[in-house]
């Protein structure tokens, strides 16, 4: 999993990579990252964060009024869930 902060210019500012141990899906990888980027944009006490991801299994399963009973759907879910806390 990866994901890298840019200003609104698009200028890097830093990233981060973490290894998972067992063996997950593009999609579910993608979803981890996205699980973790709001937390850390909270704790870096960013705010107006845009999130972005190039997988569009996960952009879609995330954007999706439905609940998936897998693996992804329970990242999914936990994404949801972090996410509607902070909706400004």
């Known amino acids: 999993m990866a ?5 609104l210019k698009g200028k890097f500012v830093w990233g981060r990579t973490a ?3 067992g063996s997950v899906t593009m ?3 993608e979803a981890l990252a996205l699980l973790d980027s709001p937390q850390l944009a909270h704790s870096q006490g960013l705010q107006q964060v845009i999130f972005k991801t190039d997988s569009k299994t996960a952009a879609n399963a995330i954007n ?3 609940c998936f ?3 992804l759907g329970d990242i999914v ?4 869930s972090i996410l509607s ?3 400004d």
């Open 69 to 71: 009973t897998t693996e």
């Open 19 to 21: 290894w998972s141990r």
């Open 85 to 87: 806390l902070h909706t």
């Open 27 to 29: 999609a579910e990888a």
């Open 77 to 80: 879910n936990q994404c949801k």
């Open 64 to 66: 999706s009024p439905s």
């Open 3 to 7: 994901f890298v902060l840019e200003t």
